[in-house]
C-alpha cells in the first residue's frame, strides 16, 4: 500500500473568537487567488467557540492546532511579572510556525490581513526566511532620502531594545530550511524568560521584538506587495515604488480594523486611506458568507434602491478635475 505523501506547503495563522471573522476572510481570500494550493490551512488557537470553528472549517482543509505547552508555561510565567501582557500574549503564537517541520515550507500570516493576489512566491522561494521589512526600516530610509546629503544618512531608530541596520515586521513570515525546527522555536522561547524581557526595555512589540532580536540579520527582505501595511502605505510606495494595486497580501496593520464599526465623516477625515481597503475587506466577507437569509438579501436590495434613488435626486458634481 501506498503511503499518502505530507503536503509540501502550509499556511498558519492565528485566531480567537474576536479576530475569527477576520481569519474568515484571510482563509477564504487566500483560497480564491490561490487555486493551486493543496497544503494544509493551520489556525493556532486556544478555546475557540464551537461556531467559530464551524465557519472556518467549512472554507476547506482546516486544522486547528493547540500552541506547545511549553509556549503555554512561559506565557503563563512572563504574563504573572509583565502584567501589561495579558491583552496580547496571544501574538506570541506566532512562534508555532517554526514547529511546522512536516512541510517544505510554511507561512504564516496575521488574521488581520486579506488576499488580493497570488502570494505562491512565498511558499516556492529557497531563503531561510523572508520578511517585509517593518515601519522603522521603511522610515530609516525615508529619513535618508530627506536628510542633508552633506550630513549624511540618519542613524538608524533605536526599536526592539536595540538599534537595527534593518528589522522586519511579523505579520507575514514565509519560514523554510534550516530554520525550521527545535533550534528556533527553543531560541524563540528563551526570549519569554521574564530577565530577558526586562532587559529589552518598555516597548508595545510582542513576537515582533523577539523574532527581531532571534533573527537579526538572518532575513531576506520580502516585497512590500506582500505585507501592504495601509499604515505606512506612503513610506512603502515610496521606497518600493509601488501602488496600491500591487498588493498580494493587505494587512491592517494597527489600530484601525476593518470589523469595526467606524464614524464615516472621521474615518475619511483621520485615516482616508483605509475607507477603500475596508471596503475590500467587507465585500470579501460578504462573499465567504455568500448563503444569506431571504430578510437579509431584501434588506441589502432595499438600501441598494435608496442609495441609488437619493443619489439621483441629489447627485454629486465635481468641483474640478485632476490634470
Known sequence: MSIKPEPPYCLVTITDEEFSIATEVLLYSFLKFNSWFQGDLIVVEDGLPGHARDSLARLGSVQFCAPDRRLQQQIAALCARVPKLKNVYKRFYSFEVFRMTGYRRAVYVDSDVYCAGPVD????????????????????????????????PPAPQVRYGRRFGRSFNAGVLSVGPPLLGEESYAALLRMLSFETWQALGPSKFTDQMALNIVFEDRFSPLAAIYNYMIFIEEYQKSCEGICSADARLV???????????????????????????????????????????????????????????TFNRNPLLPKGRLY
Not at 523572508?130 to 552633506?150: E, H, N, Q
Not at 466577507?285 to 441609488?308: C, G, M, N, P
Open 251 to 309: 494587512h491592517f496593520a494597527g489600530p484601525l480594523k476593518p470589523w469595526n464599526e467606524y464614524d464615516p465623516v472621521a474615518l475619511l477625515e483621520q485615516a482616508p486611506q483605509f475607507a477603500r481597503f475596508i471596503d475590500v475587506w467587507r465585500e470579501l466577507l460578504r462573499e465567504v458568507r455568500a448563503t444569506r437569509s431571504l430578510a437579509e438579501l431584501s434588506s441589502t436590495y432595499h438600501r441598494q434602491k435608496d442609495w441609488i434613488e
Open 121 to 152: 512566491a512565498l511558499f516556492t522561494s529557497s531563503e531561510p526566511l523572508l520578511a517585509c521589512p517593518d515601519g522603522f526600516t521603511y522610515g530609516d530610509r525615508i529619513m535618508g532620502v530627506l536628510s542633508d546629503a552633506r550630513n549624511g
